[in-house]
């Protein structure tokens, strides 16, 4: 990815943050974010099983939640 | 079914962890006490094993104090070396043997709330195995605005690691590696029933980045006996990330969606892209089924395979360096074990314990590797 296509990444971002920060929504209108189903890990905890093997067999880290070295880390 | 599902609400938003931190803030809910189990295996073509059982604990000390455990036990097992020179990760002493370790891991955490729109964390994280020790620091910030519509968390983590090698004696050399790591995410809610969230990450890598047992095929006067020389990375990687997903809840059939894309870049020339798009749905008001899909590719590291044996070359056979694309799906069911406890006092308990399990097969384009491997997670988790 070039230099340019990159911060057209960013500004995509930013644009869509920026548009979203234009709705306010309350409280008491928030259930289905509190929602289990809104979470990839369906509200369980630990992903960082699942992420350690991406992280430690492929050239992705960053951006998750695996911390630390070892274990499967040398293969 | 609607409106059942809308009077359980407020026990899921309850049992909301931390992982879901974010949308927990979204939601203005308060993160539950909790205790959660979880067991791993992992197994790929070469018949290498991982099996791994982790717990934690989640607990609030005083209103706005929470302190979190986590202790992982793993045990990896790696098949008796076939050729004894290429993709071998292990020693190569009893090389026709198994070679099986163990692993333990403890991380501890505490979490402040400022005030209503701010949290402060901190953990420690150190592992420990027989030719493997790492030692981290974390902190964090998290900020609320706009009625927390909008979420910046910032983190940061400093890890060292003692690379071991298993000597053909049994002794083990060390290598010293540190790792310096900071990420920004940034979260949006955009209707009651969507958030947007983005994510820029910056990892600096110095020190021995090879593997220690790994070796790499070089020319020789006798092409049928090829020479082989020590795996040799470069000591110094910069590593970038950035990240942007979407979640959005759809209220006519009681599903949602997760869709994440992520573009990873580095100094040795290696870029990567990676796209996840994941489906929950209730089937029953106590039943989730979410099967999801993972797809994943990446541009070989520039900095070359053998390069003339110079001090000043670099020598690799990690594929993970290489060109290579990867697939994979999986399938998780979790259930809220409140449906076995109506109507039946004693089991009240049940009311805030949920299961799941999941499996995922992952499987890359590599020749002629063809690396696969499959994951099994089931997961325990008791709030209170």
């Known amino acids: 990815m070039t230099l340019k296509s ?5 500004a995509l971002t ?3 943050l920026a548009l979203g920060g234009c709705a306010t929504v309350k409280p008491f209108e928030r259930e289905m974010l509190a929602d289990p189903i809104m979470d990839a890990n369906l509200g369980f905890g630990n992903q960082g099983l699942v992420d350690k093997f991406f992280t430690t067999r492929e050239g992705s880290i960053g951006c998750g939640t695996a911390v630390g070295g070892g274990c499967g880390c040398s293969k | 079914m609607k409106s059942v599902r809308r009077t359980g609400m407020a026990t899921r938003a309850a049992m909301a962890i931390a992982s879901a931190a974010s949308i927990l803030a979204l ?4 993160r539950a006490d909790e205790i959660e189990y979880s067991v791993y295996y992992f197994r790929d073509n070469n018949k290498n094993t991982v099996a791994t059982s982790a717990f934690s604990l989640a607990k609030t000390l005083y209103e706005k104090t929470l302190i979190s455990l986590n202790i992982e036990m793993d045990q990896t097992t790696v098949p008796p070396l076939v050729d004894g020179v290429t ?22 955490g505490v979490e402040q709330t400022l005030g209503e729109n701010t949290r402060l964390m901190g953990k420690v994280y150190f592992s420990q195995e027989v ?6 620091f974390i902190g964090g910030i998290s900020q609320d605005f706009a009625q927390k519509n909008f979420i910046v968390d910032i983190r940061g983590q400093y890890i060292v690691d003692s690379v071991g090698e298993i000597l053909a004696d049994g002794s083990i050399l060390n290598r010293f590696k540190e790792t310096h790591l900071g990420t920004v995410n940034l979260t949006q809610v955009l209707s009651p029933t969507a958030f947007v969230h983005g994510c820029v990450g910056v990892t600096r890598i110095n020190g021995f980045q090879s593997d220690p047992y790994r070796k790499v095929e070089i020319p020789s006067t006798n092409p ?3 020479d082989t020389i020590i795996e040799r990375h470069p000591d110094m990687r910069w590593r970038q990330v950035v990240g942007l997903g979407v979640n959005k809840y759809l209220r006519d059939i009681d599903g949602a969606f997760t869709i994440d894309y992520k573009y990873y870049w580095d100094d040795w020339g290696l870029a990567s892209n990676t796209a996840h798009i994941q489906f929950n749905k209730y089937i029953t008001k106590d039943w989730i089924v979410s099967p999801s899909y993972r797809y994943y590719d990446q541009a070989g590291a520039t900095y070359g395979e053998y390069q003339g ?12 360096l290489k060109l290579f694309g990867s697939n994979g799906a999986g399938i998780k069911v979790a ?14 308990f049940l009311n805030n314990t949920a299961v799941s399990a999941e499996y995922f097969h992952y499987f890359n384009d590599m020749v002629p590797e063809n690396f696969t491997a499959d994951l099994f997670e089931t997961k325990l988790r008791f709030a209170f």
């Open chain 2, 224 to 226: 049928l006996v090829p």
């Open chain 2, 309 to 320: 044996g110079g001090t000043q070359s670099y020598d690799t056979e990690d594929y993970k």
């Open chain 2, 335 to 348: 259930c809220f074990l409140r449906a076995f406890g109506r109507n039946r006092p004693a089991w009240e």
């Open chain 1, 6 to 10: 990159q911060l057209a990444l960013f």
């Open chain 2, 87 to 108: 993709g071998a990760s292990r020693p190569s002493r009893q090389s026709k043997s198994a070679f099986r370790k163990n692993r333990g891991q403890i991380i501890g």
């Open chain 2, 27 to 30: 939601a203005g809910a308060v």
């Open chain 2, 131 to 136: 030719d493997y020790q790492s030692l981290s």
């Open chain 1, 14 to 16: 930013a644009l869509a």
